[in-house]
């Protein structure tokens, strides 16, 4: 079975930064794309970026430019930086697999994430 660990959350000013890490444990196969997740209470799990095995990347607009996804590929580990954040960046983020972009459920059981909280 695969675990994932979500850390690196926390409390910060707009405009600041974090970043939050990814750990993964068990039987993990590589060529699954890795992605990032918000999700806020009473809304819809949001894709907000991801990395393929190759090393592409791909993000949603509302963060383009702000965040950046990484991949240790022989960790087992994966990172999102997030700089200029926002308000609207207030989150529970979570990591996970996907099969491709137009299949963004998770593959692996979800973690308990780690909450973004963007606040003055």
């Known amino acids: 079975q695969v675990r994932l660990v979500e850390s690196g959350g926390g409390l910060v000013q707009p405009g600041g930064s974090l970043r939050l890490s990814c750990a993964a444990s068990?039987?993990?196969?590589?060529?699954?794309?890795m992605g990032w997740y918000r999700q806020a209470p009473g809304k819809e799990r949001e894709l907000v970026a991801s990395i393929t095995s190759g090393g592409g990347t791909n993000y949603a607009d509302s963060v383009k430019g702000r965040f950046t996804i990484s991949r240790g590929n022989t960790k087992n580990i994966m990172y999102l930086q997030m700089n200029s954040l926002k308000p609207e960046d207030t989150d529970v983020y979570y990591c996970n697999a996907l099969l491709n972009l137009y299949r963004k459920e998770g593959i692996y059981n979800w973690g308990q994430g780690t909450q973004v909280t963007v606040s003055s």
């Open positions: 068990g039987t993990i196969f590589f060529g699954y794309i």
